[in-house]
C-alpha cells in the first residue's frame, strides 16, 4: 500500500470511448479562433463606423473653421506691449527685439491687484446710485503711473487697432503657444480706474476718452473665437456698460454699442469654438494613417491596410467624435433655454440628460460636473446680457431727459432682446425720479438685481462743461 492507500489502476477506455476522445470538435474550434479574432474584428467595426460617422463631422469642423479669420501682428500691438511692460505687464506676443519688464512697476501692480478686483467688483456690481471714490492706494497707483496710462489711452485713440496673432489651423499643433491676453485684462483694469477717478474729478470729456480707449482695446480680441479672449470680451464689456449707466450726456454711439453687445453672448461663442478645436486636436493627435505609393507591392499594400483598418487609434478617435457631438447637442439644449424663465438647476438637469453613447459613457460625477460647469456659464452669459440691456436703456432715457430736460412721465414698457417675452418697465415718482425694472423677477439665487433707479432725480445733473479738444479718433 502506499502512503494515501493502495495504487490506482490506469483509467481503461473502451475502443468507443477512444475514438469519441479524438474526435474533431468544430464548434470548440470555432469559439476559440473567435476569441483570438473578436479584438481585430470588432477594430474592423470601430473604424468601419468612425468613417461613417465623420465624413459629416469632418465637414461641419472644416466649415466652422473656414469662418475663423487669421489674424497677425501689427506695429501698434507691439507698441502696446512696450507700453505695457513699463506698466509691469507681460508682452502677449515674443518680438525680434525682446521687451523689457519694468520690475519695480511689476511688483507695485501686484501690490494692488486685488484691491483693484474688489473694487472693480464692488462698483460695477452696482445698478444705480454714485460711484464711490477711488480707495487711496488705488488713487496713489494711478497718480503715480498716469502719464503710461495716458500714453496708452492716446496710442489706442489715434493709432491702428492693435492685432495679436491667431490662427485657428495652427492651433491644434502642441508647441502653438494659446491665447490668454492677461496684459490686455490688466490693462482694462487701469483703464477702467482711471475713467472712475475722473468721473470723480468731474472731467466728463477724460471720462469718455478713456472709455473710447477702453472700447479700441477690446475690439482687438472681439473678432477672435477662443474662449478665453471670449471671456474677456464678456468681462470687461459688463463692467465699462456698468459704469456708463452712471454717467451723464453720455455720447450717442454708445446706445447703438450696447444694444449690439446685449444680443450676443460671447462666452457661448467661445465655448463652441473650444468644442470644435478639442475635435480638431484629437483627430490630429495621433500619427497619420499609413499611406502606400501606386507602384507598390501587394506586401506593401496589405501591410498599410492592416495598420488602417485595424488601429488602436480609430477607437479613441471615435470616443472623441462622441464626445464631440454630445456637446453640440448640449449646445443646441441651451440654445432653446430662457435665462429668465429657466433657473440654473433646471439648466443642469437638462444637460445632464444628454449622455454619451453607451459605450462612451462617463462618470455619473464627472457628467454632472460637466452639467454644472455649462449651465453657471450660461448663467452668467445670460445676466450679463442682461446688465448690458439695462444699461442701454437707461443710456437711452437719459438722453431723452437731456432734450426735454426732465424725465419722461411715462414711457411704454421696452421688450427685451436678452429675455424674449419680458419687457422693462418705466415708473416715473413723485420726487421726479424714474425706475426702469424687468418684468420678470429672476428665480436662479445671487441673480444680480436688475432694477435701476435714478438718484438724483436728473434736473439737477449738471449741464456738462464746454467741450475741450481732444485727440483725433480715427475709429467708432
Not at 233 to 245: K, N
Amino acid at each position: 500500500m502506499g502512503a494515501y492507500g493502495p495504487p490506482r489502476s490506469p483509467l481503461k477506455l473502451t475502443q468507443k470511448q477512444r475514438e469519441r476522445l479524438h474526435r474533431p470538435r468544430p464548434v470548440l474550434f470555432c469559439i476559440i479562433v473567435g476569441l483570438f479574432c473578436s479584438p481585430w474584428l470588432a477594430l474592423l467595426g470601430i473604424d468601419t463606423y468612425l468613417r461613417q460617422q465623420q465624413v459629416k463631422t469632418n465637414l461641419q469642423a472644416d466649415t466652422f473653421f473656414d469662418q475663423i479669420p487669421v489674424h497677425t501682428s501689427n506695429a501698434s500691438a507691439e507698441h502696446i506691449d512696450r507700453l505695457g511692460a513699463q506698466l509691469g505687464l507681460s508682452p502677449n506676443a515674443d518680438y525680434a527685439n525682446p521687451v523689457i519688464i519694468n520690475g519695480r512697476a511689476a511688483r507695485d501692480f501686484a501690490a494692488i491687484e486685488t484691491a483693484i478686483n474688489e473694487f472693480l467688483h464692488s462698483q460695477t456690481s452696482k445698478v444705480s446710485g454714485p460711484l464711490d471714490p477711488l480707495p487711496t492706494e488705488l488713487e496713489s497707483y494711478i497718480r503715480t503711473y498716469q502719464p503710461t496710462i495716458e500714453e496708452i489711452e492716446n496710442a489706442l485713440l489715434i493709432r491702428e487697432t492693435p492685432r495679436w496673432e491667431m490662427d485657428s489651423a495652427r492651433m491644434t499643433q502642441p508647441d502653438y503657444p494659446p491665447p490668454g491676453f492677461f496684459n490686455i485684462r490688466s490693462l482694462q483694469k487701469l483703464l477702467l480706474l482711471s475713467a472712475m477717478q475722473a468721473h470723480q474729478q468731474g472731467q466728463t470729456q477724460k471720462v469718455f476718452s478713456i472709455l473710447e480707449a477702453s472700447w479700441q482695446l477690446n475690439k482687438t480680441i472681439t473678432d477672435r473665437s477662443d474662449l478665453s479672449s471670449q471671456v474677456l470680451v464678456a468681462v470687461i464689456s459688463a463692467q465699462r456698460a456698468s459704469i456708463l449707466r452712471h454717467l451723464n450726456h453720455t455720447p450717442t454711439q454708445w446706445q447703438s454699442r450696447l444694444r449690439s453687445q446685449s444680443q450676443i453672448q460671447p462666452i457661448m461663442k467661445g465655448i463652441v469654438f473650444e468644442t470644435w478645436l478639442r475635435y480638431r486636436i484629437s483627430q490630429n493627435a495621433w500619427l497619420p494613417r499609413p499611406t502606400v505609393v501606386a507602384d507598390a507591392n501587394l506586401g506593401e499594400k496589405l501591410s498599410a491596410m492592416v495598420a488602417n483598418r485595424f488601429s488602436l487609434q480609430s477607437y479613441y478617435k471615435l470616443i472623441s467624435l462622441n464626445n464631440t457631438q454630445t456637446a453640440h447637442r448640449t449646445l443646441e439644449q441651451l440654445s432653446g433655454l430662457n435665462v429668465c424663465t429657466t433657473p440654473q438647476i433646471t439648466a443642469e438637469k437638462r444637460l445632464a440628460d444628454v449622455k454619451p453613447a453607451s459605450w462612451n459613457r462617463e462618470r455619473s460625477g464627472a457628467s454632472e460636473a460637466s452639467a454644472f460647469v455649462m449651465a453657471k456659464r450660461w448663467q452668467i452669459a445670460g445676466m450679463r446680457s442682461l446688465s448690458i440691456e439695462l444699461s442701454q436703456h437707461v443710456l437711452q432715457l437719459k438722453s431723452q431727459a437731456q432734450a426735454q430736460g426732465a424725465w419722461p412721465i411715462s414711457h411704454a414698457p421696452i421688450a427685451s432682446i436678452a429675455c424674449p417675452g419680458e419687457t422693462w418697465i418705466y415708473t416715473h415718482h413723485a420726487d421726479n425720479s424714474i425706475t426702469l425694472s424687468l418684468s420678470k423677477t429672476l428665480l436662479t439665487p445671487g441673480a444680480i438685481p436688475l432694477t435701476y433707479r435714478s438718484s438724483p432725480p436728473y434736473p439737477h445733473i449738471a449741464r456738462p462743461s464746454p467741450r475741450k479738444p481732444t485727440l483725433p479718433n480715427h475709429k467708432q
